[in-house]
């Protein structure tokens, strides 16, 4: 079967579904996406798209940040994403990239008086990051682009352009990612996660207003946190050189799922190995995504018919 994208409001190959070169986010980068992952699971023949509810609530609320008009529901677009993965008929797993976009043949910087559409590409998609080893990361020399310049809250795509500069630089000075810090010197976030640390056996996140994305599976970290081994997480600001002194570090995010971070900066964190939270957590993780621990079932939308 030829993978489907759903585009100019029909589900059609996705060889078929192109845009025009004068397309308004093209040039301006006036448009905002989603990434879901879709997980096989063998046992169940089910493919489940975690938390694909969440992760449409906060599409919409990218949509009005960037005054586009996505017409669905969060619950139409689950369904809609349902009917696109089995049309393609994947039986793997999946990355799911929703994109609402200014579609406008036109030019002019605004984002007033053009017209928005909306489409849904899903692909196949393997591991990002090493979460069995874990990752060596540096501070990126890059700042985080703050709410009043282009809110990093909403999943706009011209801001990860920020991101990009942030990855690369990492990348090219042999580092697997970046943590970027906020205008502030504030720990903010990875260019595609958000970052966590143990200290002192307390779990630390940089709140919501330090220039992160509210990540889904920073808030589902957060849950099964409290809920399964009863630990709160504080969300505050952190330094740059709590992150040296912390005993463990990981980041999540759904291309991440739960990353462990074994060296930053050239300093080993702990004793330079996954720490005991972070494997907790990374295997509380991967078994709910996957839909393997029924408890939390309710997060993953069935793609396929049930039995
Ligand atoms: C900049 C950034 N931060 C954090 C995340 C993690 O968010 P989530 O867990 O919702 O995938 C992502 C990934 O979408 C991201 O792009």
């Not at 994208?5 to 059609?12: C, E, I, L, T, V």
């Not at 990002?128 to 282009?150: E, F, P």
């Not at 909403?154 to 990855?167: D, P, Q, R």
Request: aromatic residues 10%; proline residues 4%; charged residues 25%.
């Amino acid at each position: 079967m030829p993978p489907y994208a759903f585009f100019r409001k029909k589900y059609m190959p996705l060889a078929e579904a192109k845009i025009g070169v004068m397309t308004h986010a093209l040039h301006y980068g006036t448009a905002c996406f989603e990434g879901i992952r879709g997980n096989w699971n063998a046992d169940d023949q089910q493919l489940y798209a975690f938390r694909c509810r969440e992760h449409y609530s906060r599409l919409l609320k990218s949509c009005r940040i960037l005054k586009i008009d996505l017409p669905y529901s969060a619950d139409e677009l689950c369904d809609m994403t349902a009917e696109l993965v089995r049309r393609s008929g994947y039986r793997e797993d999946v990355y799911i990239r929703p994109l609402a976009y200014k579609s406008s043949e036109a030019f002019g910087v605004r984002l007033h008086d053009l017209e928005d559409d909306f489409l849904i590409i899903v692909t196949t998609f393997g591991p990002y990051l090493d979460v069995s080893k874990g990752i060596r990361c540096a501070t990126s020399s890059w700042r985080r682009i703050s709410d009043n310049m282009i809110p990093p809250r909403a999943k706009i795509c011209g801001l990860y352009v920020n991101n990009a500069f942030a990855k690369t630089e990492a990348i090219d000075s042999g580092f697997a990612e970046a943590i970027m810090l906020t205008a502030n010197d504030h720990v903010s976030e990875g260019s595609g996660e958000n970052i966590f640390l143990v200290t002192d056996g307390k779990l630390l996140t940089p709140p919501s207003t330090d220039a992160i994305l509210i990540g889904i599976t920073r808030e589902t970290v957060i849950e099964l946190a409290k809920n399964e081994l009863g630990i709160d997480t504080v969300e505050r600001h952190i330094d740059r050189s709590e992150l040296y002194t912390a005993d463990e570090c990981f980041m999540t995010g759904t291309a991440a799922h739960v990353t462990p971070v074994v060296e930053i900066d050239n300093r080993k964190i702990g004793d330079g190995g996954v720490g005991r939270l972070t494997k907790q957590l990374q295997e509380l993780y991967f078994d709910i995504e996957v839909g393997r621990n029924k408890k939390y079932l309710s997060w993953c939308t069935s793609v396929y018919p049930t039995k």
